[in-house]
């Protein structure tokens, strides 16, 4: 069973259009990460959300953090070419020391 | 600055071989991760070490052994190969406190056994 639950698993959009990945679980998170993986490589930090209720901008994408610090959305506009990739979710648990749990993972593809 | 490093890139094994993974990171930090990524699954962590002489499970450490020889370097050993453990596998090592937090991935090691 997987503590971090992300939808959709795959997505395939035109270029131009708007799409929400969601990252949820039952545990509360002392802070969650959103991490975007190239094929063969690993992954690479976007952003961390640390408040309930946080919202963070990152050019086109925006990071929500659920006010219960149970879940989180990725929200990208006008997705480009360039966002096709395997977006993760991360969250450390809370008081369970340095241990990270990561989500299924979501595929997305940007059609030109 | 290298960033975090992995040997091999590519492995393949029959059945009850064993081998080491080779992980090592130059950015000075404290706690390093093993994890094991298998499609749909994301990433699952095997163990990790918060510094130098401390190793703990993560949630599926069976079948797996690790050394943190030092603070630069963490090894994550097969003792037994079985086909299960065909995965690719990623080291990390975290900047930051717990909360704000980044992990740094290395480049994995994709294993087979057959």
């Known amino acids: 069973t997987q503590l971090l639950e992300q939808s959709p698993q795959f997505l395939s959009i035109q270029e131009g259009e708007n799409l929400t990945v969601y990252c949820n679980s039952s545990s509360v998170f002392s802070s969650l990460q959103w991490y975007r993986q190239e094929p063969g490589e690993g992954p690479v930090l976007l952003v961390t959300?640390?408040?309930?209720?946080e919202v963070k901008k990152l050019k086109r994408l925006t990071f929500q953090f659920g006010d219960a610090r149970k879940d989180s959305s990725l929200h990208i506009t006008a997705a480009q070419p360039g966002d096709t990739g395997l977006y993760l979710c991360?969250?450390?648990?809370?008081?369970?020391?340095?241990?990270?749990?990561f989500g299924t993972g979501t595929s997305l593809t940007v059609i030109p | 600055n290298a960033g975090v490093t992995q040997t091999p890139k590519f492995q393949v094994l029959k059945t009850g071989q064993s081998m080491t993974l080779q992980c090592a990171q130059d950015?000075?930090?404290?706690?390093m991760y093993w994890y094991r990524q298998d499609p749909g699954m994301g990433l699952r962590l095997i163990y990790y070490s918060a510094s130098e002489g401390t190793t703990d499970k993560g949630e599926v450490p069976n079948g797996y052994n690790v050394s943190r020889l030092n603070k630069r370097e963490f090894s994550l050993r097969l003792e037994s190969a079985a086909p299960s453990q065909t995965s690719v596998y990623f080291c990390?090592?975290?900047?930051?406190?717990?909360?704000?937090?980044?992990?740094?991935f290395g480049p994995g090691t994709r294993l087979t056994v057959l």
């Open positions: 959300v640390v408040t309930g209720g």
């Open positions: 991360a969250g450390a648990e809370e008081f369970r020391g340095n241990q990270f749990y």
């Open positions: 990390a090592s975290l900047r930051g406190t717990r909360i704000t937090n980044e992990q740094f």
């Open positions: 950015m000075n930090h404290n706690s």
